[in-house]
C-alpha cells in the first residue's frame, strides 16, 4: 500500500501469495508496493525495491509455503533489502510459517528448524513478525523481536455457527491440538472428542481410539493445518466407524501436498474448510468439497493496529 508520507505504512508481497497480498491492501484502502522480485538465469532469488521506503512502516506478506525454500529465500532478501533502503520499521507477514513443526528434538540428532527461521528473519532485517496459526505457540518464544500471533478461528467460527450443525461435536484429530479445538468447540457451543492416534512415519498414521461421544453426532475435525491429508481422512473414517452421522473439517493452512486434494474428494468427508493463508492450487479449486475462507479482512485488521500502534489482543475477543 503505497504511502508517500514519512513513517506511512506501506505494504510488498513477494511471489508467494501476492493475491492474498492485494486483497490485504484492498481492505486497507490502498494497493501494494512496487518490488521487482525474481530469479537470475542460475535460479538466485533478485529483488528491487521500486519505491521510496526511507522512514516507512513496511509490512512484507510471504506465507513460506510450497515451494518453502524458494518463498523462505525471498522473504529474507526483501527483509535484507527493506533494511538496507532504511525502512523505520519491517513486519514479516507470515500467514503460513514454514518449518514450524520442526519445533524441538523429538528424536536423537535433529534439528530445531523453526528456531533456525525465526534466526534467520531476525538477521536478515525484521523488527517485528505477525503470523497466523503457528504450528506450536511456543514458536513465538524463538523470536527476540515482539510477535503477533493471530489465530483464524474468528473467521472459521463466523462461517460455520450460522450453519447450526445438529447435534454437533468438535474434534481434535490428536491429543496435541486438544487446545485449539476446545476453543472452536466453545465459541460453538460444543462438545468435544478426540482422536487418539498413533504416528508410525512422517506421513503413515494409524487411527487407535476416539475418546469421547460421536455415536448419532455430526463431528468437525479442526486442525492447524491439512497436508496430506492422511490425519484427516483416517480421522474422519475413525469418527464414522463410532458412528457419526457425518463428519466436516476445518483447518487454517490448507497445504494439500502430495495426494491430499485427491483424498479428500474420495473421502466421506463432507466438506473440508480452510483459510486462504497459502495459495489453492488448480486441483484443489476444483474440489467440490474444499471450501476457502479470507483472512485478508484479519490480517489488514492487525497490519492497522500494528501501525496504529493499538491493541492487537482485541482481534481475539
Not at 84 to 97: D, G, H, K
Request: net charge positive.
Amino acid at each position: 500500500m503505497a504511502d508517500s508520507n514519512r513513517h506511512g505504512l506501506k505494504v510488498f508481497s513477494g511471489n508467494a501469495h501476492p493475491v492474498l497480498a492485494d486483497e490485504i491492501c484492498g481492505v486497507l484502502g490502498g494497493s501494494r508496493g512496487k518490488a521487482r522480485v525474481d530469479h537470475f538465469p542460475d535460479g538466485e532469488s533478485r529483488v528491487q525495491i521500486g519505491e521510496n521506503v526511507r522512514g516507512a512502516d513496511v509490512f512484507v506478506v510471504q506465507p513460506t509455503s510450497t515451494p518453502v525454500n524458494e518463498n523462505l529465500m525471498e522473504l529474507l532478501i526483501m527483509l535484507d533489502a527493506f533494511r538496507r533502503a532504511s525502512a523505520q520499521r519491517i513486519t514479516a507477514v507470515i500467514p503460513y510459517y514454514g518449518y514450524a513443526r520442526q519445533d524441538r528434538k523429538d528424536r536423537p540428532r535433529v534439528p530445531i528448524s523453526s528456531k533456525l527461521v525465526a534466526d534467520l528473519l531476525t538477521t536478515a532485517g525484521a523488527n517485528r513478525v505477525l503470523a497466523l496459526d503457528l504450528h506450536a505457540g511456543q514458536i513465538q518464544g524463538y523470536f527476540n523481536i515482539p510477535v503477533d500471533h493471530l489465530y483464524s478461528t474468528p473467521v472459521t467460527v463466523e462461517y460455520f455457527r450460522p450453519q447450526k450443525l445438529k447435534n454437533l461435536v468438535v474434534v481434535s484429530p490428536d491429543p496435541g491440538g486438544v487446545e485449539r479445538a476446545r476453543a472452536f468447540a466453545k465459541k460453538l457451543r460444543a462438545p468435544l472428542a478426540i482422536i487418539d492416534k498413533r504416528r508410525e512415519d512422517a506421513d503413515v498414521v494409524e487411527v487407535m481410539n476416539v475418546i469421547g461421544e460421536v455415536a448419532g453426532k455430526t463431528c468437525l475435525i479442526v486442525d492447524d493445518m491439512i497436508d496430506t491429508g492422511g490425519t484427516l481422512v483416517g480421522g474422519a473414517q475413525a469418527l464414522l466407524d463410532k458412528g457419526a452421522v457425518q463428519v466436516y473439517a476445518c483447518a487454517t493452512h490448507g497445504v494439500f501436498a502430495g495426494e491430499a486434494v485427491k483424498r479428500i474428494c474420495d473421502s466421506p468427508i463432507v466438506q473440508a474448510v480452510v483459510t486462504n493463508s497459502v495459495p489453492l492450487s488448480a486441483e484443489g479449486s476444483k474440489c467440490q468439497k474444499i471450501k476457502v475462507l479470507s483472512v485478508a479482512k484479519l490480517l489488514a485488521s492487525a497490519i492497522r493496529s500494528i501501525h496504529e500502534e493499538t491493541s492487537v489482543s482485541k482481534l481475539f475477543i
